[in-house]
Nanobody
Framework: VQLQASGGGSVQAGGSLRLSCAASARTLSSYFVGWFRQAPGKEREFVSG????????DYADSVKGRFTISRDNAKNTVSLQMNSLKPEDTAVYYCAAARGYSDPLSPEGYDYWGQGTLVTVSS
């Protein structure tokens, strides 16, 4: 499965962006999908994840109440709506897909990765 993340950009603090993750094959509905981010000099960290049906969703504490993950299996996409952005949200954001549900909060739990999209939030 090839994943393509898009929607990044530069915004001021308090602004919003919507990231999208599209899959090359019409099978994204078979995968748990997560969003991770990596800031310069820091480890990749979990942001949010959504189950195959969309019925189970996880968020990192740092983004709860500000970010919303959703999926449209008919369109083979997963989106991350990011509101009230803060400078500390600045990072490269990656979407990833997992066949299983062994470790959804860790990068090691995912089998496929997109190329990343840069989000820059200025104060």
């Amino acid at each position: 499965v090839q994943l393509q993340a898009s929607g990044g950009g530069s915004v001021q603090a308090g602004g919003s962006l919507r990231l999208s993750c599209a899959a090359s094959a019409r099978t994204l509905s078979s995968y748990f999908v997560g969003w991770f981010r990596q800031a310069p000099g820091k480890e990749r960290e979990f942001v949010s994840g959504i189950s195959r049906s969309g019925g189970s969703i996880d968020y990192a504490d740092s983004v709860k109440g500000r970010f919303t993950i959703s999926r449209d299996n008919a369109k083979n996409t997963v989106s991350l709506q990011m509101n009230s952005l803060k400078p500390e949200d600045t990072a490269v954001y990656y979407c990833a897909a997992a066949r299983g549900y062994s470790d959804p909060l860790s990068p090691e739990g995912y089998d496929y990765w997109g190329q990343g999209t840069l989000v820059t939030v200025s104060s």
